[in-house]
């Protein structure tokens, strides 16, 4: 530009001489790119007019040492008219907040699989050889929360209360079960558990510890006894109330059947006021009007708790229906039957308090059912000064109703009668002749 042609620095076409070839790299030549230092022993080498440059661009078969190189100066740019500053890619900058959010995401997942590399080599190395057993965990049913309301929740608050009882006799060792009725140590179980004792017995508690006891009184015909063992600061059973149970309600026995100690089995109410006639030959017959559930109960659940669904005691397990020969050892069928808790509190308090328990009776005797269709139970005798005869009843009269419940054996009047407590007034329905008629009648405690 301007007349004035500008090379690229050399006169690669001095005084007409044509170009001097170049030297091979390492041929009298210092490297590409050395420096050159006034003084030093290259400085008469450029002078014999080797290329100043040190360079092969005189090898360079793709460069044409005859075109001219032009210096190009832009020209003025208008204002507004700058083009838009372009930003180098490579050029270092300020992370940004998804650069932030990713260093973390990533260090965990670097975390993570870290561990499970790690637990693998564990489970590998411990001999699991990488299998993994089960499902993941997950948050348990209900059921399994063992709530108090539950049945596991209930047996895990009444099994402390809960004892296995031993008596020595005669004959050998009795064993059954029984509950702590009262912090200083007093136990319900069932007469026929310590019947024939000579009056000393052992308890063991659900902890596997025991202690000698005493028997402190009994009665026969409700199948009631009490003992005591020297031992204070024990957690009694709370008590229910037998009148309150519905068929159907569910229940749990407690005990030690076939000497297992500390056993729970569940069912439900299967009948209420299921009168029993019992006893073994030569001894007592007792009389109750028993709870009736199918909640297995074997030898050895005598005298053990039979538990509401709030953990309450509403019975005292006594005795089963079996199919098997007289003789022959009975198994629980799904017919087991309980002293109603009314009555077993009230007779143990008799027995604390003055020895001996208290026989509720309505004065008057029972001969056989009732002729005709409405069944009942025909009167043999009635006690002048009795319950009965304050009444107005009497003999020959039929007993069809006390209560509410049907009358259909003698059994079932005696039964009935003794679940009451002295001073209970309750109605009967009876027959004289052709005409029903109702009076109310307010039982009483023997003479005995």
Known sequence: ?????????????????????????????????????????????????????????????????????????????????????????????????RHLLLIPVITALLAGTLGGALGYAFAVRGGAAGTVLGAQAAEPPALAQRKPESLAGVAERVLPSVVTVRVSSLGGTSEGSGFIASADGHVITNDHVVSGSSGKASVIFNDGTSAPATVVGQDPESDIAVIKVNRTGLRPVEFGDSDALAVGDPVLAIGSPLSLANTVTAGIVSALDRTMQAGEPGGPVRYYAAIQTDAAVNHGNSGGPLVDGAGRVVGVNSTIKSLVAEGQEAGNIGLAFAIPINQAKRVTQDIIGTGKARRTVIGAQVGGPGAGANGGVRLAAVEPSGPAAGAGLKVGDVILKLNGRPMTEPTDLIALVRKFAPGSVVTVEFRRGAARQNTSVTLAADAK
């Open 1 to 97: 530009m301007g007349g004035t042609d500008v090379t690229d620095g050399w006169d690669w076409r001095r005084g007409g001489e044509t170009p001097a070839p170049a030297s091979p790299p390492g041929a009298g030549a210092p490297p590409a790119g050395a420096p050159t230092t006034p003084g030093s022993d290259t400085a008469p080498a450029a002078a014999a007019g080797a290329s100043p440059w040190w360079s092969d661009a005189l090898g360079d078969p793709w460069r044409d040492p005859a075109t001219p190189a032009a210096v190009v100066v832009p020209g003025v740019v208008a204002a507004g008219t700058e083009p838009e500053p372009v930003t180098d890619p490579d050029a270092p900058g300020r992370p940004t907040l």
